[in-house]
Nanobody, 124 residues
């Protein structure tokens, strides 16, 4: 099973940028999809973005389209989430997750490997 570790979270002001990283080890991501989810305090975990490891196809939640970009460095087993034009509403703990799949799932229950999360706080 693949182990995932997130990094890159921190404090930002509205309009700033952050780049989150997800490092995978202990297995291969071939034939997998990798997603970012986020969870604000008191709210349900929600989908942010997903990418297919082999083909690079992506899908985004509507509120982050045009602001966030998910990408993969296949040689280094890294997945990034570039977050631009940050808003206070983006404040949450961000998690990366992976599963074997041939489609871009948005459902957290379909992902078997999870990182511990990294906190992003955006002030106005």
């Amino acid at each position: 099973q693949v182990q995932l570790v997130e990094s890159g979270g921190g404090l930002a002001q509205a309009g700033d940028s952050l780049r989150l990283s997800c490092a995978a080890s202990g297995g291969t991501l071939s034939d997998s999809i990798v997603a970012w989810f986020r969870q604000a305090q008191g709210k349900e975990r929600e989908f942010v973005a997903v990418i297919s490891w082999n083909g690079g196809t992506t899908k985004y939640e509507d509120s982050v389209k045009g602001r966030f970009t998910i990408s993969a460095d296949n040689a280094r087993n890294l997945v990034y989430l570039q977050m631009n034009s940050l808003k206070p509403e983006d404040t949450a703990t961000y998690y990366c997750a992976a599963t074997i799949g041939a489609f871009l799932s948005k459902r957290s229950e379909n992902f078997g490997s999870w990182g511990q999360g990294t906190q992003v706080t955006v002030s106005s």
